[in-house]
């Protein structure tokens, strides 16, 4: 059975930083696909970032040059680094994780809350 546990969220101030983590059990291998969402109050969930095969990263345009992902093989643990963080930052983050020949992802976590004030 697959779980993914996010941690690390919290309230900070613009300009701020968090690290975002996501503990995964039940899902090993490098052709597996793992990444980053948000949902903000009204809005629809977006991408954020993700991590593929051979450790190639994607980033959305709003947040590229800010967040950097990353993943501890060893721990089996996704991370995301948030700096320079804004207002429109603010979402439940979510982690999630499929196969890498999927287009969906199929595991979802249950989000950790970013607040980010002016």
């Known amino acids: 059975q697959v779980q993914l546990v996010e941690s690390g969220g919290g309230s900070v101030q613009a300009g701020g930083s968090l690290r975002l983590s996501c503990a995964a059990s039940?899902?090993?291998?490098?052709?597996?696909?793992m990444g980053w969402f948000r949902q903000a109050p009204g809005k629809e969930r977006e991408f954020v970032s993700g991590i593929g095969t051979y450790g190639s990263a994607t980033y959305a345009d709003s947040v590229k040059g800010r967040f950097t992902i990353s993943q501890d093989n060893a721990k089996n643990t996704l991370y995301l680094q948030m700096n320079s963080l804004k207002p429109e930052d603010t979402a439940m983050y979510y982690c999630?994780?499929?196969?890498?020949?999927?287009?969906?992802?199929?595991?979802w976590g249950q989000g950790t809350q970013v607040t980010v004030s002016s």
């Open positions: 999630a994780a499929k196969s890498c020949v999927l287009a969906q992802y199929k595991y």
């Open positions: 039940g899902f090993y291998g490098s052709r597996n696909c």
